[in-house]
Nanobody
């Protein structure tokens, strides 16, 4: 499984960015795709996730109402639309895949099996 993230960049506070993550080699029927982020000096944290089967979504409290995760089945791509950006959103954003048949969306780094290379998002004040 390979994940290729893109779409990061420099944006002003209040602006928007859309991240994309293209997945290849996914042959599993049940999995979750997620976005995490890691700011300098901080641990990697969960941002949002979407289940491929029933499109259930889940967000961290810090981004709920501002970010939207979605997917395009035909393109094997997951997106993260980020609106009303804040300087504290500055981080390297990673997409990840968890192979699972479970109902609950997991939010721990250790619970995800595959990771993309990350894309930098910088929000200026």
């Amino acid at each position: 499984v390979q994940l290729q993230a893109s779409g990061g960049g420099l944006e002003q506070a209040g602006g928007s960015l859309r991240l994309s993550c293209v997945a290849s080699g996914l042959t599993f029927r049940s999995y979750t795709m997620a976005w995490f982020r890691q700011a300098p000096g901080k641990e990697r944290e969960f941002v949002a996730a979407i289940k491929w089967g029933d499109i259930t979504t889940y967000y961290s409290d810090s981004v709920k109402g501002r970010f939207t995760i979605s997917r395009d089945n035909a393109k094997n791509t997951v997106y993260l639309q980020m609106n009303s950006l804040k300087p504290e959103d500055t981080a390297v954003y990673y997409c990840a895949v968890r192979i699972s048949t479970g109902v609950t969306i997991r939010t721990r780094v250790s619970e995800y099996n595959y990771w993309g290379q990350g894309t930098q998002v910088t929000v200026s004040s």
